[in-house]
C-alpha cells in the first residue's frame, strides 16, 4: 500500500497548484481522502476531505472557496486544485485515506509548498 504526492512547488501569492495523490496497493475510492498540511513549528491539520460513496467534500475554513478536492477512480488518484494561493498556505502537503489525522493509516511522504508574497 503506497500514496505518492506531487505537484509541489514554489509559487507566488494569488498563484494556483495542483497536487497530486496516487495509490497503489487499494482502491483509494473506497475510502475517505484527505488532504492535511504541516507548516514549520506547527501542527499537523486537516485541509479538507472528500467522502467516500457520495463524494461529498469538506474543507477547513481558512481554504474554502479556494481549495479544490477531486478524484479519479480509474487513475487512482485524488487531486487538490489551489487557487488564490496565500503565504499562510505554506507548508507541506499530506494525503491519508482518512478524513481527520487519527485515524489515517496510510500516508503519503508530502509534497512541500512554498508561497512567496
Do not use: H
Not at 4 to 33: H, K, M, P
Not at 50 to 67: E, L, M
Amino acid at each position: 500500500v503506497q500514496l505518492v504526492e506531487s505537484g509541489g512547488g514554489l509559487v507566488q501569492a494569488g498563484g494556483s497548484l495542483r497536487l497530486s495523490c496516487i495509490a497503489s496497493g487499494f482502491t483509494f475510492n473506497d475510502y475517505a481522502r484527505g488532504w492535511f498540511r504541516q507548516a514549520p513549528g506547527k501542527e499537523r491539520e486537516a485541509v479538507g476531505c472528500i467522502n467516500s460513496g457520495d463524494g461529498s467534500t469538506y474543507y477547513t475554513d481558512s481554504v474554502k472557496g479556494r481549495f479544490t478536492i477531486s478524484s479519479d477512480r480509474a487513475k487512482n488518484t485524488v487531486y487538490l486544485q489551489m487557487n488564490s494561493l496565500k503565504p499562510e498556505d505554506t507548508g507541506v502537503y499530506y494525503c491519508a485515506d482518512a478524513c481527520t489525522a487519527i485515524a489515517g493509516d496510510y500516508w503519503g511522504q508530502g509534497t512541500q509548498v512554498t508561497v512567496s508574497s
